[in-house]
Structure formats: structure tokens, C-alpha cells
């Protein structure tokens, strides 16, 4: 019996080891993970802010809860791609040098990014509102993406900036991040700035 067994198993390590198709194997290239992107449908946030916008149903508001935050600091988080997008609102109190220092602390943000960017580009977007947005794009293996500073110069200041929860490349997250970039670019074409 041991004799039998142990010619079997001399058999099927020379099966095992011996040509097969596997001599053929060529490497696959490396792959990205597939993201379903649904077609946006927006809803209005509630009105409990000093702002007001169209938000993509899929997302969740979440309050800020960092120690820094103030009142009117919320995430439009969405969970199937783990990113949000984190908005900062400070009231300008119609004064031009707390303006200035506003725009100055979000412009000094974004050029953090400066060490890990390889293209910074920022351009004026006008609203349908009137108003004007700076869009920020950040290419490279940066912390936020894309990011938008808005104000109408006397009342209202908001700062959004987009973010991923996950260590996979921004080159594998470019599907997603182009898609909240338009959620974005929703977001303040539909901004109403509440009294």
C-alpha cells in the first residue's frame, strides 16, 4: 500500500511540475477599479445654514466635527467612493481686511500642495448667480484635488475642498474625482447665499 501511495504521489508531482500552459503566462497589466458612476440627481440642502445649494442625492451632509470647526462647517460625503468634500463658511462682517486674510489662509492651503503637485491650475468661474468662484485643479499625488473659494465680498465666505479616505492613486480615482469635480461645479451654480 505504501508502495502504490507513494508511486501516485511521485506521479502527481511530476504532472504538477511538468510543461503546461502555464510556461505561456505573461504578466497583466496593472489594472484601476471600476467605479459605476450613477447619472447626478440633486436635492436641496435644508435650509440651516447662512448657504444654500443642489447637493447629488447619493452624497450624506455631515457636520465637521474636527476641533477647529465652527458652526457652519459640513462634509458632502460619499460614502461609495470614501471622499468628501469638506466646506468651510466664515461670515466677511463687511470687512475688507478679514476678507483678505480669508482668501490669503485658502490660497496658502492649496499651495501646500505645491510639494507633491506636478500642475496647480486655477481659473475664475463666473456663476449663474453672478458671482464669481476660483477653481483650484491639483494634479499629482496630492490630498485634495480640486478646490473652490467663493464670497460675495461683504457677507459671505466658503471654501470647499474635495478629499479621498483611501491610499489608492489619484490616476486609478480620476473617474470619480472628474464626477464630484461637476458635483462641485453644481454646487456653486446653484449657490444662494441666505440672509
Known amino acids: 500500500m505504501i508502495k502504490y501511495s507513494l508511486i501516485l504521489l511521485v506521479g502527481l508531482l511530476s504532472i504538477a511540475c511538468g510543461s503546461s500552459s502555464s510556461d505561456n503566462y505573461t504578466p497583466k497589466p496593472k489594472g484601476y477599479p471600476r467605479f459605476d458612476l450613477p447619472t447626478p440627481s440633486y436635492t436641496l440642502l435644508e435650509p440651516t445654514h447662512p448657504y444654500q445649494f443642489e447637493y447629488n442625492k447619493i452624497a450624506r451632509i455631515l457636520p465637521d466635527t474636527f476641533a477647529r470647526s465652527e458652526p457652519d462647517w459640513i462634509f458632502i460625503n460619499y460614502p461609495a467612493y470614501h471622499a468628501s468634500v469638506q466646506l468651510t463658511y466664515k461670515p466677511v462682517k463687511n470687512d475688507v481686511n478679514r ?28 456663476l449663474t448667480s453672478g458671482l464669481e468662484a476660483s477653481i483650484i485643479d491639483l494634479s499629482g499625488e496630492v490630498p485634495s484635488q480640486v478646490q473652490f473659494v467663493t464670497t460675495d465680498s461683504t457677507t459671505h465666505f466658503l471654501r470647499g475642498a ?34
Do not use: C, G
Open 162 to 195: 474635495l478629499y479621498f479616505n483611501t491610499a489608492t492613486e489619484n490616476d486609478s480615482l480620476r473617474p470619480v474625482i472628474e464626477y464630484i469635480r461637476k458635483d462641485m461645479l453644481h454646487l456653486l451654480n446653484t449657490l444662494k447665499w441666505r440672509q
Open 99 to 126: 476678507l483678505r486674510a480669508m482668501l490669503e489662509d485658502a490660497y496658502k492651503l492649496a499651495a501646500r500642495h505645491n510639494i507633491k503637485a506636478y500642475s496647480i491650475e486655477q481659473r475664475k468661474l463666473k
